[in-house]
């Protein structure tokens, strides 16, 4: 099957960090990426990671662990700007990509 | 770097129009364009994929006589939703994927496009 979840929604301070996890299960897996999309906008490419570990990007930053089918995005130094939804997406063993929901996250002053 | 147009961005037409929607990379080659559709507050979903030269392939649910693609180069691809109704209402985007390295190239979204259906 292809099971990829994420939370719906989260709320975060300007200035603070935000944690947003991203779980998946899939029998065949070519990398996971995370995507920025504000309201009534496209979607636009953050960060892609294939092996386990930290990619670091300014003030974001991407982890993945393959063996527990879990990555998440960490978004530091929070500015209002940040507030969109942020969608995770695995690529299959088809090189499908299949997308998260979303996760809305909110920042507040 | 990884540009993709797409055009028009806004749509506002009557029932039974036939709506084209151009996609191109502006600075890369993409071997495969991918079309979407969201509704408000709901996550992407694929519609099509389309390899230049062949024939596009659809998701389950996706009508394609109703929703024509054509990949005829390397930076064009077009939607045409045909005799488009009220329930066609939605936000459309294409994406783009780079030719060079294979598969691990990220997709680079247009702007999308608003077709509202009258």
């Known amino acids: 099957g292809q099971n990829i979840d994420q939370p719906t929604e989260m709320t975060a301070t300007e200035g603070a960090i935000v944690q947003i996890n991203c779980t998946y299960q899939t029998s065949g897996f070519n990398g996971l990426f995370w995507y920025q999309q504000h309201a009534g906008e496209a979607p636009t490419f953050l960060s892609y990671?294939?092996l386990d570990g930290l990619e670091e990007k300014g003030r974001f930053s991407s982890f993945l662990s393959r063996s527990k089918g879990y990555s998440y995005l960490l978004l530091k130094e929070l500015q209002m700007k940040d507030s969109a939804s942020y969608l995770c997406a695995y690529l299959d063993s088809n090189y499908q990509l299949i997308w998260g929901a979303g996760t809305k996250l909110i920042i507040k002053p | 770097g990884a540009v993709v147009s797409q055009h028009p961005s806004w749509v506002i037409c009557k029932s039974g129009t036939s709506v084209k929607i151009e996609c191109r990379s502006l600075?890369?080659?993409?071997?495969?364009m991918f079309w979407y559709r969201q509704f408000p507050k709901q996550s992407l979903m694929l519609m099509a994929t389309?390899?230049?030269?062949?024939?596009?392939?659809?998701e389950q649910g996706v009508e394609k006589d109703k929703f024509l693609i054509n990949h005829a180069s390397l930076t064009l691809s077009t939607l045409t939703v045909t005799s488009a109704h009220p329930e066609d209402s939605s936000f459309y985007i294409c994406s783009a994927r780079a030719v060079e390295t294979g598969d691990y190239q990220p997709q680079h979204f247009g702007d999308g496009t608003r077709l509202s259906i009258l």
């Open positions: 389309s390899n230049e030269g062949s024939k596009a392939t659809y």
């Open positions: 990671n294939v």
């Open positions: 600075d890369f080659q993409a071997t495969t």
